[in-house]
């Protein structure tokens, strides 16, 4: 078993590290799991919509939407291809759907010429091979089915990665050999579910699929809620809800962000909560593809409260997401590196104070909340 726990060392008083070395897996005073590995872009950040909403592109692109999943059901290839040309024109890369009854036939000739008819258009950027294959029903797919589908796929293009989405834990190891990208799906925003009740298991359950992906060597792109139905109890995620899943998925290691999905969202939500997270993250996907430093520790008082510490390329700044684990507020007091002692802390675009000639400082952390800094300017 390659996952270990660790326990912090070098703690100062009062204060416990924040940011550790590189090795495999690290836990925030054994509570927090972070994979610590390199992350490559692009860092994308998609809608899954439906190959029908030929605008959709046009739409998203300048919401900072780089990248879409469209259900291509049956249509027929002069809708795929005007999605396609569309796409290219906003700017946005497509994870191009398989027609799925040529992957559940096993229809290995018909998948080849799917591949040959769309892979040199320039908006594909991989291959969507099946929805939650260990689910379908009344039968799943079986892995040496959508294994002999990969390899297919590979034969004719062996450049584009290809994407399997699961809901069931328990049964993604055995498709391990069918993809190149992990994704994962969970929607635990229910009518009747308090904010945050869910919270202990989806981090759990996160944890377990991002060491799996680490394992195995898969790009892991979590997949999050973000629409609401009245026929399956479904509301949209609250504000803080949802940051929270976001940058949860991102300190964990997550290689991208996808959201389920755009035909069943609703235009306020996606304007007040969506938008803004991503337009906050998204000046800073180079800091975060970059990773932590080792060599800046950094120190918080609190057991509840993960901090990490990200320089920003080109430049001498620093970002700092503070995330409070505790359903309680928390007084946070945080120690950087020396180096940093009395620079500007930045915070929504404003100064708020100068780090102590300690390099510290304090604030509060309301329950579950995120918070990023830029420090250095």
């Given at each position: ?12 008083p009062a204060l416990v590290t924040a940011s550790t070395s ?129 390899q297919a796929i590979k034969e004719e293009d062996n450049y ?168 309680t507020q928390i007084n946070l007091t945080v120690k950087l ?41």
């Amino acid at each position: 078993m390659l996952i270990k726990r660790r326990k912090f060392i070098g703690l100062i008083p009062a204060l416990v590290t924040a940011s550790t070395s590189c090795i495999l897996l690290s836990f925030n005073t054994t509570k927090y799991l972070t994979v610590n590995r390199k992350r490559n872009l692009p860092f994308f950040l998609g809608w899954y919509d439906h190959i029908y909403n030929i605008d959709v592109s046009t739409q998203v692109s300048s919401k900072g939407i780089d990248l879409l999943i469209p259900y291509v059901v049956q249509a027929d290839k002069g809708k795929i291809q005007a999605f396609l040309d569309i796409s290219k024109k906003a700017g946005v890369k497509v994870l191009l759907e398989i027609y799925r009854p040529l992957v559940e036939s096993e229809n290995i000739l018909g998948v080849k010429h799917f591949i040959l008819t769309y892979k040199n258009h320039p908006s594909v950027y991989g291959w969507y091979l099946y929805d939650e294959p260990e689910i379908k029903k009344p039968t799943p797919l079986s892995p040496d089915l959508l294994k002999k589908i990969y390899q297919a796929i590979k034969e004719e293009d062996n450049y584009k990665p290809v994407a399997l989405v699961f809901a069931d834990i328990k049964k993604i190891e055995s498709y391990a050999d069918a993809m190149d990208i992990l994704m994962w799906d969970r929607y635990p925003c229910e009518e009747g579910v308090s904010e945050f009740e869910w919270v202990l298991s989806y981090r759990k359950a996160l944890y377990k699929v991002i060491s799996l992906a680490y394992v195995k060597k898969k790009k892991f792109w979590n997949v999050l809620q973000a629409y609401s139905k009245n026929q399956f109890k479904k509301r949209l995620p609250t504000k803080r809800e949802f940051r929270y899943m976001f940058y949860l998925s991102v300190l964990t290691g997550a290689d991208g962000l996808l959201f389920w999905t755009h035909y069943l969202s609703s235009h306020f939500w996606n304007e007040s909560v969506l938008y803004p997270t991503i337009q906050e993250f998204r000046d800073y996907v180079p800091a975060i593809v970059r990773g932590e430093d080792s060599n800046n520790q950094v120190q918080v008082n609190h057991s509840d409260i993960e901090v990490k510490l990200f320089s920003i390329p080109n430049t001498k700044n620093f970002l700092m997401i503070a995330v409070n684990h505790n359903d309680t507020q928390i007084n946070l007091t945080v120690k950087l590196p020396q180096k940093l002692a009395n620079k500007l802390v930045t915070f929504n675009q404003n100064p708020i104070t100068k780090l102590s000639t300690e390099a510290g400082f304090s604030t509060i952390l309301e329950a579950y909340e995120v918070r990023l800094y830029q420090i250095g300017m």
